[in-house]
Structure formats: structure tokens, C-alpha cells
């Protein structure tokens, strides 16, 4: 079945250590994005990206880096530089860039802190 | 800026009644688009609904209809005959103008169908 695949499903992060979250799309969709979600509010955008080798900062990407080399992966490090990284992030992905299009979502990851 | 208001934290609804959840949206944008996202315990969010700011007619889909009132700037969700499955976190999502990769969220709305 087509669809976004993330993990882990659950991460823990030790202070000072980068972790990596995985978002794999077999959709062929262009553009993937990743949100943070904190208890009780909205999901924010951290970073997304139209096409390969091509990603743009969202509302709150500080202390988080991308990379996109590949169509169907779009990766998301969560630095040290993030203080507060404790939350639930989600990966999405859109077939194009059109007024209509919504957005297809992964099943999340919740990261905490030791 | 652009910001989406969900003033409904949580709300009850028998089974097989109707229920409405307010969203109400903040811009200045002439163009944009309105989307429902539904998201149960599981945290997956999944596409429910979307209205144009163009659209002429309210957006109906299955169970789902939106009542738009684009002078009050107001989206609101309506789901007729409410089932134990409706249960879940509902979000309100805005797409601006003219960057389409940016949607703002609202706050969500908890939903609880009783039986």
C-alpha cells in the first residue's frame, strides 16, 4: 500500500546527542514537509521541500536540519542546539503544489529527553 | 499574520446526533484555502475536507460539510449523524496566498461521540 512511513515510533535523546528521524514516502510525491506538535496546540512547520537537493526553513527550524537526496526520503536531525526538543513530529507529503491539494501524513514519532 | 482560531477545546456529542466545530481564520489575503484534518489517538492526521476562498459553494464530503461565511471569516466543521469512529482530535488548517507550502494550524478541537 502507498503511504509515509515514519520511525521510530518512539525516540528518546540523551542531552548533547543528534538524533534522526526517518520519513520514507512511496507516493511519488514531490514536496514533504515535517511539523512539530506540542501538547495542547496546532503543528508547526519545521522545514520543507519542493524537489530534491531543494528544502526551505518553516516557522520554527531552528536547532533542526534536512536533507533531501533522494524523492521519497526527507530525513529530519534534531540538533543538540534544540533545547527543548520534546515533542511529537509528523511528516507529510503532497502529490504537487496546488491551491487544493492537502497534505498526506505519516503516523508520527514522539521524541523525549532522558 | 496569519492565525487560525479553534475557541473549543473539547466538546460531546451523542452518537447519531449532529455536531459543529468552530474555526474561525485571521488574514488579509484575498486567495486561500481552508482544510479539516481529523486525528485519532493513533496521531496520524487524515484530510477530511477542503474549502476555497473562491469556492462558491460550502464544500461537502460524505458526513463532512464545511459552513463557510468568508465575511466572518468563519469555517466551520459540521458532522452529521455522529459515530463512536468521530472520536478524535479535529484540526483547522489555513493555506496562504502565495507561498502554497505553508498551512497554519489551529489548537485542534477533542471530540468525543457518546454512545
Known amino acids: 500500500d502507498g503511504g509515509i512511513t515514519q520511525s521510530p515510533k518512539y525516540l528518546f535523546r540523551k542531552e548533547g546527542q543528534n538524533v534522526t528521524l526517518s520519513c520514507e514516502q512511496n507516493l511519488n510525491h514531490d514536496a514533504m514537509y515535517w511539523y512539530r506538535q506540542d501538547p495542547g496546540q496546532g503543528l508547526r512547520l519545521i522545514y520543507y521541500s519542493q524537489i530534491v537537493n531543494d528544502f526551505q526553513k518553516g516557522d520554527i527550524a531552528e536547532g533542526y536540519s534536512v536533507s533531501r537526496e533522494k524523492k521519497e526520503s526527507f530525513p529530519l536531525t534534531v540538533t543538540s542546539a534544540q533545547k527543548n526538543p520534546t515533542a511529537f513530529y509528523l511528516c507529510?507529503?503532497?502529490?504537487?503544489?496546488?491551491?487544493?491539494?492537502?497534505?498526506?501524513f505519516g503516523d508520527g514519532t514522539r521524541l523525549s529527553i532522558l | 499574520a496569519q492565525k487560525i482560531t479553534q475557541t473549543q477545546p473539547g466538546m460531546f456529542v451523542q452518537e447519531k446526533e449532529a455536531v459543529t466545530l468552530d474555526c474561525t481564520y485571521d488574514?488579509?489575503?484575498?486567495?486561500?484555502?481552508l482544510f479539516w484534518y481529523k486525528q485519532p489517538s493513533s496521531g496520524e492526521m487524515i484530510f477530511l475536507i477542503y474549502?476555497?476562498?473562491?469556492?462558491?459553494q460550502n464544500a461537502t464530503e460524505g458526513r463532512y460539510s464545511l459552513n463557510f461565511q468568508k465575511a466572518r471569516k468563519s469555517a466551520n466543521l459540521v458532522i452529521s449523524a455522529s459515530q463512536l469512529g468521530d472520536s478524535a482530535m479535529y484540526f483547522c488548517?489555513?493555506?496562504?496566498?502565495?507561498?502554497?507550502?505553508?498551512?497554519?494550524f489551529g489548537s485542534g478541537t477533542k471530540l468525543n461521540v457518546k454512545p
Open positions: 488574514t488579509s489575503d484575498p486567495s486561500y484555502g
Open positions: 474549502q476555497g476562498s473562491y469556492d462558491q
Open positions: 488548517a489555513m493555506r496562504e496566498q502565495y507561498n502554497f507550502n505553508k498551512f497554519y
Open positions: 507529510a507529503s503532497r502529490q504537487e503544489v496546488v491551491s487544493n491539494q492537502p497534505q498526506h
